[in-house]
C-alpha cells in the first residue's frame, strides 16, 4: 500500500471487459514527504475520491480481483482508503 | 497502470510460441510533469501486448508486472505489459 494523491481522471471506452463501470483516477504516488515517487498510476476507484484527494492504494492484484469479482482483470492498483487531513 | 503514448509497432519474426500471433507496439509511459504540462511522454519506451487495437498517438493504460497476464487466465505467458484500455480523454488539474 502507498500514500498517493489524485492528480485527475481518466475515461476509456475502448477496454478490458472487466473494467467496465469502475471509475479511473490518476493518482501519483508519493513518498512519505509527500514528494512524488515514480510515474502516475491509473487507479479504480468506487469510495469517491476526489481531485487533489490524499488516498491509500493498493497494488494486490489477488485483492482487485476480488473487489472487481473477475478473474481475469489486468488491474493492479485500486484505490482502499482517503486519508482524513492533518 | 502506467500511462503510455503509442509511437509505433513491432513484428516478431519469432518468437515464444505461447506469444505467436499477437499484436505488439511501443508505447512511452508519462511522467507527472508531462502530463501536467501536457508535452511529449518522457519515459522509457516499452514493448506491449495490444488486444485493442492502439494505433499511433493514442493513449493507453499499460497493465504491467504479474496483473499482464491475468487476461490469458488460467494460461500463462512470459509477458508483462498489456494494453488494457485506450484512454478517450485524460483530466490532469
Known sequence: MQLAIIVGHATATVKHPSMTGWKLLIAQPLTMDEKPDGEPQLVIDNLGAGLDARVLICNDGAGTRKLMDSKNSPVRWFVMGICDDR | ?93
Not at chain 2, 509505433?8 to 512511452?28: E, F, N
Not at chain 2, 493513449?59 to 488494457?84: H, N, T, W
Open chain 2, 1 to 93: 497502470m502506467r500511462i503510455a503514448e503509442v509511437i509505433g509497432t513491432v513484428t516478431l519474426s519469432r518468437c515464444h510460441p505461447m506469444l505467436a500471433g499477437y499484436r505488439w507496439i511501443i508505447g512511452v509511459p508519462y511522467s507527472l510533469k508531462a502530463l501536467k504540462t501536457k508535452t511529449a511522454p518522457d519515459g522509457e519506451d516499452f514493448v506491449i501486448l495490444d488486444e485493442l487495437g492502439a494505433g499511433n498517438g493514442h493513449q493507453i493504460g499499460v497493465s504491467e508486472g504479474g496483473e499482464a497476464v491475468m487476461p490469458f487466465y488460467p494460461e500463462r505467458k512470459p509477458l508483462d505489459a498489456y494494453c488494457a484500455c485506450i484512454l478517450d480523454a485524460i483530466e490532469v488539474k
